[in-house]
T-cell receptor, first 109, second 114 residues
């Protein structure tokens, strides 16, 4: 079992829809959590940090559930430009930086 | 202000050869991390350099080595290339003292091993 797991998708949703996906992690000692966005054949870019108290940035909301060991990303009023692969990142220590395999999201007109 | 730059953009090698990839961090960044991203997978942490020394290392064999120069630029060297080394190699730089959460990635080098 991988230490960080994501549903690979693809999630195919219409423009304007709300979409959510989760990322589970297996090591309870994990300390920091992030969502990155990666466009096709491009480098990953930091989308947002994830806290237990929740983190909202415009249409994007990230949440951490330590008890159930997962993080989530919610995208409201999705845009065509939201089409990308979303990578979760779990940091257990300075040398334990683990990316999930990514969830592919495709927004259709 | 230039972001993270990497060279070359693409590279083709044969099994057994050696390769050197280069990275220049974002201005003001002193920490450089290297990642390997296979097709359809997330990036895997190789190692991190700070003050010209390897500070942290992921689960990669000794065939993977690196170097950081006084100007904070960095090289990734891979010896005795295997077919499985074919991947996108990403370099990321970060601000002093902020660790990994403020990483900025370069566009990567696509390595194909035949």
């Amino acid at each position: 079992r991988k230490e960080v797991e994501q549903d690979p998708g693809p999630f195919n949703v219409p423009e304007g829809a709300t979409v959510a996906f989760n990322c589970t992690y297996s090591n309870s000692a994990s300390q920091s959590f992030f969502w990155y966005r990666q466009d096709c054949r491009k480098e990953p870019k930091l989308l947002m940090s994830v806290y237990s108290s929740g983190n909202e940035d415009g249409r994007f909301t990230a949440q951490l559930n330590r008890a159930s060991q997962y993080i989530s990303l919610l995208i409201r009023d999705s845009k065509l430009s939201d089409s990308a692969t979303y990578l979760c990142v779990v940091i257990r220590s300075a040398s334990k930086i683990i990316f999930g395999s990514g969830t592919r999201l495709s927004i259709r007109p | 202000d230039a972001g993270v730059t990497q060279s070359p953009t693409h590279l083709i090698k044969t099994r057994g050869q050696q390769v050197t990839l280069r990275c220049s961090p974002k201005s003001g960044h002193d920490t450089v991390s290297w990642y390997q991203q296979a097709l359809g997978q997330g990036p895997q942490f190789i190692f991190q350099y700070y003050e010209e020394e390897e500070r942290q290392r992921g689960n990669f064999p000794d065939r993977f080595s690196g170097h950081q120069f006084p100007n904070y630029s960095s090289e990734l060297n891979v010896n005795a290339l295997l077919l499985g080394d074919s991947a996108l190699y990403l370099c990321a730089s970060s601000l002093p003292g902020t660790g990994t959460e403020t990483q900025y990635f370069g566009p990567g080098t696509r390595l194909l091993v035949l």
